[in-house]
Protein backbone atom coordinates (compact mmCIF):
# COMPACT_ATOMS: atom_id res chain seq x y z
CA UNK A 1 0.00 0.00 0.00
CA UNK A 2 1.55 3.30 -1.14
CA UNK A 3 -0.06 5.73 1.06
CA UNK A 4 0.87 8.79 -1.63
CA UNK A 5 -1.15 6.90 -4.21
CA UNK A 6 -4.78 8.92 -3.38
CA UNK A 7 -2.83 12.43 -2.72
CA UNK A 8 -0.50 11.87 -5.91
CA UNK A 9 -3.41 11.59 -8.45
CA UNK A 10 -4.89 14.34 -6.82
CA UNK A 11 -1.68 16.75 -7.47
CA UNK A 12 -0.70 16.00 -11.06
CA UNK A 13 -3.56 18.52 -12.37
CA UNK A 14 -0.45 20.86 -11.13
CA UNK A 15 1.75 19.57 -13.79
CA UNK A 16 2.83 22.07 -16.09
CA UNK A 17 1.87 22.21 -19.86
CA UNK A 18 4.26 20.85 -22.56
CA UNK A 19 5.04 24.57 -24.01
CA UNK A 20 6.10 25.67 -20.62
CA UNK A 21 10.06 26.54 -20.99
CA UNK A 22 12.44 23.22 -19.56
CA UNK A 23 13.64 24.96 -16.76
CA UNK A 24 10.01 26.00 -15.47
CA UNK A 25 8.14 22.60 -16.35
CA UNK A 26 11.05 21.41 -13.38
CA UNK A 27 10.44 24.43 -11.08
CA UNK A 28 7.00 23.09 -11.05
CA UNK A 29 7.77 19.46 -10.32
CA UNK A 30 9.73 20.15 -7.64
CA UNK A 31 6.65 22.61 -5.76
CA UNK A 32 4.08 19.40 -6.79
CA UNK A 33 6.62 17.52 -5.18
CA UNK A 34 7.02 19.81 -2.02
CA UNK A 35 3.18 19.91 -1.87
CA UNK A 36 2.95 15.90 -1.67
CA UNK A 37 5.31 15.56 0.85
CA UNK A 38 3.73 18.62 3.22
CA UNK A 39 0.35 16.72 2.64
CA UNK A 40 2.02 13.43 3.46
CA UNK A 41 4.04 14.70 7.05
CA UNK A 42 0.43 16.49 8.11
CA UNK A 43 -1.88 13.08 7.28
CA UNK A 44 -3.12 11.68 10.76
CA UNK A 45 -2.61 8.07 10.76
CA UNK A 46 -5.74 7.99 13.43
CA UNK A 47 -7.49 10.66 11.71
CA UNK A 48 -11.08 11.04 9.24
CA UNK A 49 -13.37 7.74 9.06
CA UNK A 50 -11.90 6.30 5.72
CA UNK A 51 -11.23 3.28 3.91
CA UNK A 52 -7.66 1.62 4.74
CA UNK A 53 -6.38 5.16 6.22
CA UNK A 54 -2.91 4.49 6.81
CA UNK A 55 -1.11 3.31 10.15
CA UNK A 56 1.35 5.30 11.82
CA UNK A 57 4.21 2.88 10.41
CA UNK A 58 2.81 2.23 7.16
CA UNK A 59 3.31 6.44 7.23
CA UNK A 60 6.40 5.86 8.77
CA UNK A 61 7.61 3.60 6.06
CA UNK A 62 6.25 6.37 3.13
CA UNK A 63 8.43 9.20 5.16
CA UNK A 64 11.14 7.09 4.80
CA UNK A 65 11.16 7.04 1.26
CA UNK A 66 11.19 10.57 0.79
CA UNK A 67 13.79 11.02 2.94
CA UNK A 68 15.85 9.61 0.96
CA UNK A 69 15.00 11.75 -2.31
CA UNK A 70 15.18 14.71 -0.27
CA UNK A 71 19.15 13.75 0.76
CA UNK A 72 22.04 13.36 -1.40
CA UNK A 73 23.95 10.42 -0.48
CA UNK A 74 27.97 10.93 -1.73
CA UNK A 75 28.95 8.02 -3.98
CA UNK A 76 31.16 6.35 -1.29
CA UNK A 77 28.62 5.42 0.61
CA UNK A 78 28.02 2.46 -1.41
CA UNK A 79 30.14 -0.07 -2.02
CA UNK A 80 30.26 -0.30 -5.38
CA UNK A 81 27.84 1.70 -8.44
CA UNK A 82 25.54 -2.05 -8.30
CA UNK A 83 24.82 -1.75 -4.15
CA UNK A 84 21.61 -1.24 -3.55
CA UNK A 85 20.47 1.53 -1.25
CA UNK A 86 19.87 -0.04 2.08
CA UNK A 87 17.45 0.64 4.26
CA UNK A 88 18.09 -1.42 8.28
CA UNK A 89 16.23 -1.83 11.07
CA UNK A 90 18.15 -2.09 14.21
CA UNK A 91 16.65 -4.43 16.68
CA UNK A 92 13.10 -5.00 17.09
CA UNK A 93 10.98 -4.53 14.08
CA UNK A 94 8.11 -2.53 14.85
CA UNK A 95 7.40 -2.26 11.18
CA UNK A 96 6.54 -6.37 9.80
CA UNK A 97 6.13 -6.54 6.64
CA UNK A 98 4.90 -3.10 6.11
CA UNK A 99 8.46 -1.79 4.38
CA UNK A 100 9.11 -4.53 1.74
CA UNK A 101 5.15 -3.36 0.92
CA UNK A 102 6.10 0.07 1.07
CA UNK A 103 9.52 -0.35 -0.78
CA UNK A 104 8.94 -3.06 -3.43
CA UNK A 105 9.82 -1.55 -7.16
CA UNK A 106 10.88 1.52 -5.89
CA UNK A 107 14.68 3.20 -6.87
CA UNK A 108 16.20 5.88 -5.14
CA UNK A 109 18.08 7.25 -8.08
CA UNK A 110 19.46 4.29 -10.10
CA UNK A 111 19.45 1.87 -7.15
CA UNK A 112 16.77 -0.84 -6.14
CA UNK A 113 15.38 -0.42 -2.59
CA UNK A 114 16.58 -3.27 -0.25
CA UNK A 115 15.56 -4.14 3.57
CA UNK A 116 17.92 -5.23 6.19
CA UNK A 117 17.20 -6.23 9.71
CA UNK A 118 20.01 -6.44 12.22
CA UNK A 119 20.06 -7.81 15.72
CA UNK A 120 22.73 -5.13 16.24
CA UNK A 121 25.26 -2.59 14.93
CA UNK A 122 27.19 -5.08 12.79
CA UNK A 123 27.20 -4.40 9.60
CA UNK A 124 25.40 -1.28 10.07
CA UNK A 125 27.88 0.72 8.28
CA UNK A 126 26.97 -0.81 4.85
CA UNK A 127 23.35 0.91 5.57
CA UNK A 128 22.10 4.81 3.68
CA UNK A 129 19.02 4.82 6.20
CA UNK A 130 19.21 2.93 9.73
CA UNK A 131 15.83 2.47 11.67
CA UNK A 132 17.33 2.16 15.31
CA UNK A 133 14.48 0.61 17.17
CA UNK A 134 13.19 1.61 20.90
CA UNK A 135 14.67 -1.81 21.91
CA UNK A 136 17.68 -0.05 21.30
CA UNK A 137 17.53 2.74 23.19
CA UNK A 138 19.59 1.94 26.13
CA UNK A 139 22.20 1.04 23.37
CA UNK A 140 22.22 4.27 20.97
CA UNK A 141 25.37 6.18 22.28
CA UNK A 142 27.49 2.64 21.02
CA UNK A 143 25.50 2.83 17.59
CA UNK A 144 25.96 6.09 17.18
CA UNK A 145 29.49 5.64 18.07
CA UNK A 146 30.62 3.06 15.56
CA UNK A 147 28.88 4.79 12.84
CA UNK A 148 31.18 7.90 13.49
CA UNK A 149 32.56 8.92 9.84
CA UNK A 150 29.97 6.85 7.87
CA UNK A 151 27.14 8.57 5.64
CA UNK A 152 24.08 6.94 7.63
CA UNK A 153 21.29 8.47 7.74
CA UNK A 154 20.05 7.31 11.78
CA UNK A 155 16.42 7.42 12.38
CA UNK A 156 14.20 6.80 15.10
CA UNK A 157 11.14 7.81 17.66
CA UNK A 158 11.81 7.55 21.17
CA UNK A 159 11.67 9.96 23.03
CA UNK A 160 15.01 12.57 22.96
CA UNK A 161 16.52 10.32 20.34
CA UNK A 162 17.66 13.26 17.90
CA UNK A 163 19.24 15.38 21.18
CA UNK A 164 20.80 12.22 22.34
CA UNK A 165 22.62 11.93 18.70
CA UNK A 166 20.57 10.81 16.19
CA UNK A 167 19.85 12.42 13.00
CA UNK A 168 16.24 12.29 12.39
CA UNK A 169 12.94 11.75 15.33
CA UNK A 170 9.68 10.84 14.52
CA UNK A 171 7.42 12.41 16.82
CA UNK A 172 3.26 12.22 17.03
CA UNK A 173 1.47 15.60 17.78
CA UNK A 174 -2.07 15.99 17.62
CA UNK A 175 -2.05 12.25 16.49
CA UNK A 176 -0.34 13.41 13.42
CA UNK A 177 3.15 12.15 12.32
CA UNK A 178 6.21 14.53 12.39
CA UNK A 179 10.00 14.91 12.43
CA UNK A 180 12.91 16.91 14.14
CA UNK A 181 16.14 16.85 12.43
CA UNK A 182 19.49 17.10 14.52
CA UNK A 183 21.47 19.75 12.32
CA UNK A 184 24.83 18.46 14.50
CA UNK A 185 24.03 15.13 13.47
CA UNK A 186 23.33 16.11 9.88
CA UNK A 187 27.16 17.62 9.86
CA UNK A 188 28.42 14.61 11.28
CA UNK A 189 26.95 12.53 8.88
CA UNK A 190 28.35 14.00 5.74
CA UNK A 191 24.93 13.67 4.21
CA UNK A 192 23.52 17.40 2.16
CA UNK A 193 20.15 18.21 2.91
CA UNK A 194 17.72 19.58 0.95
CA UNK A 195 16.33 23.20 2.14
CA UNK A 196 13.00 21.96 1.45
CA UNK A 197 13.30 19.22 3.78
CA UNK A 198 14.77 21.30 6.53
CA UNK A 199 12.10 23.65 6.42
CA UNK A 200 9.32 20.76 7.27
CA UNK A 201 11.16 19.94 10.48
CA UNK A 202 11.29 20.82 13.96
CA UNK A 203 15.70 21.63 13.77
CA UNK A 204 17.39 21.48 17.04
CA UNK A 205 20.63 20.90 18.14
CA UNK A 206 22.62 17.73 20.64
CA UNK A 207 21.40 17.92 23.79
CA UNK A 208 23.57 20.40 25.67
CA UNK A 209 24.65 22.46 22.30
CA UNK A 210 25.31 25.96 22.74
CA UNK A 211 24.12 27.79 19.92
CA UNK A 212 25.92 30.62 20.13
CA UNK A 213 28.77 28.84 20.49
Known sequence: MDPLSG??????????????????????RMITLVIVTIILFSVSPLARAQAN???????KAAFLF??????????????????????????????????EDAMRGKMIGNRPLAIRRLKDKAGARLCQIEFVSSSESAHLAEILGSLHGANV?????????????????????DNRVRFAINIDAVDRSGLKFSSKLLSLAKVLHDEGHSKGG
Do not use: H, M
Open 7 to 28: TRQGLWRLRPSTSAPRDERARE
Open 53 to 59: PPGEYEL
Open 66 to 99: NFAKFIDWPEGSFESPQSPFTICVVGLDPFGNIL
Open 153 to 173: LVVGDTSGFAASGGTIQFTLE
